[in-house]
């Protein structure tokens, strides 16, 4: 299993470095990050001598979790918990190897309640509008995240709308992607006036993903040049979408860990996702085809 945040342990480390040798001025920073290049991070000796903390240790456990197999992995993530009871990511591991979604959503839970006790009231204060270039806090906003994707599944939509509106908030840049999935539910229930609101707050947004469902907004309030100019936008972004809407195509049994943007596994990942909105939009899927 791929550990998405073992290039957050490394920067983690390295602010660590740069606290411990008492850097302060822009010119020493940049003079140690130099000093950085060209070097594998694994093997520098940053802290050597010291103690780990608990938490410290606990945030190494997970990051050797996910580099094992899922029973070693959760033999691993159970001594995490012991020394960090709060370690946010040990929840998100545990959610995301576990099959049935219902005991996925709880670990979530746990898990996002785990990173609002380990961030504090006065971080989600001061820091709003700019989370996620906090590193500290980026493990509860991917619970958070999943918490909303789980609910989404169970078809809990305005739970999961009220966590994705959260997560925009927190951090309005949108690094994790929150905008595709709360633009998706937002379709499926027709709000369409917050669609619009969301299309505004992400005007240069142009992935594939992001202009098939815009397009699909346009179609369904009934706006046909809108709707014909983002059809177009996105066949130049990605070519394959209609194939697998159509069934010209199968979708894969799997869906891909990693995508290529334009490429087929992009587009497959999209119509998982996104298929029930075309088909339960009457004239959408001719409109798809049509010049």
Known sequence: MANKNSSEQIMAKIMKEIQSQNLQTEDQINSFMSGLIGKNIDELDFGSGEELTNDEKAIELVDLAYESSPKKGKELIEEALKLDPDNTDAYNYLGEI???????LDFYIKGTEAGQRKLGKKVFKEDKGHFWYIIE????????FNLADALAILERDAEAVKHYVELLELNPDDNLGVRYELFSIL?????????????QEFPEEESSHWLYNVALYYFRIENPIKARRMLNKAKNENQHVSKF????????????EYISVGGVEEAALYVAKNKHLWHATEGALQFLVSK
């Open 98 to 104: 576990e099959q049935d979604i219902e005991k996925a």
């Open 187 to 199: 379709l499926k229930n027709e709000v369409y006036d917050s669609c619009e609101e969301l299309i």
């Open 137 to 144: 806090t980026r493990p509860f906003m991917r619970a958070k």
């Open 245 to 256: 809407l159509l069934g010209k195509k199968k979708l894969p049994t799997s869906l891909p």
